[in-house]
Structure formats: C-alpha cells, structure tokens
C-alpha cells in the first residue's frame, strides 16, 4: 500500500508503516539524510521530493554582544590560578579594565564615545587619539 502525502511536505513511503512528518516535511528521525532512508517502522523505504527540500536559507541572527577585550591594545582576559589557603589552585579569568569613555576627537570636532581599558587610555593621553587609532588599525570615522 503507497501513500502520498499533498501540500508542502511531499513525502511518499511504501506499506503500512507510520512515519511522523513535521510541517515542513521533513521526517523527524535522528539519523535522517536526504534522498533515501529507511524508516524506523517495518524497513518501509521512504523517499522525499527534491521540491519538499528547498527551504529559504536564513542567516541566524546573532545578538551584538560587547566582547572583554580592548580594541585599540588588544587586551584581552588573562588565565590564572587563584590560590586558597591551603594551597589548592583553581583556574580564573583576570579582566581587562574596560571602560565607556567619552574621548574629544580633535580632527573630527566632536566626542566619541568608546570602549577602551585604562592602559589604553594613557597611551591616547600620552601619543594622542589618531596616531593609537592608525596603529591599531580603527577607523574613528566610523565610531
């Protein structure tokens, strides 16, 4: 006994087996692959339409997560042992001082506002804004 399936899931099988589809036609089964498989029930063969498997490819939406490490030195999270009384070493994160820091761009006649740690912001203070941007590659045009 042959089945067919109408709508967009377009699944055929053969025999009695039952076989769960999702909505979007794709066989809810852990080792599924496309073209054939056999299903879980009775070794019926089953077979999808190539039309049933073409779906919009989405790119997944990532959230914009501000990352511990400064752009301007590259600084970035130090590992080490935090040592108990007794001795016993455990394994932590040591931090960058990061800071949101408003900072007077002279060339661009305006403030930005970034995110840099203390060591940067000496360096800026010391050899100015542009010439620690240019080193480290940061267009301010941008900022």
């Not at 589809?21 to 999808?48: A, H, Q, T």
């Not at 997560?65 to 301007?72: E, G, L, M, P, T």
């Amino acid at each position: 006994m042959a089945a067919v399936l109408a709508g967009p899931s377009a699944l055929s099988f053969s025999s009695s087996s039952r076989v769960r589809v999702s909505s979007i036609g794709s066989v809810r089964k852990p080792g599924f692959r496309l073209g054939f498989s056999r299903s879980e029930f009775g070794g019926s063969r089953i077979s999808i339409s190539p039309a049933a498997l073409v779906l919009p490819i989405l790119a997944p939406v990532q959230p914009i997560v501000a990352r511990r490490v400064c752009r301007f030195t590259g600084k970035k999270a130090n590992r080490a042992n935090k040592v108990s009384f007794s001795n016993h070493k455990t394994k932590k994160l040591q931090f960058v001082n990061l800071q949101y820091k408003r900072v007077w761009w002279e060339a661009g006649k305006r403030f930005l506002k970034l995110r840099l740690s203390t060591k940067a912001l000496k360096t800026i203070e010391k050899n100015g804004l542009d010439a620690v941007a240019k080193k480290a590659g940061i267009d301010l045009r941008k900022e």
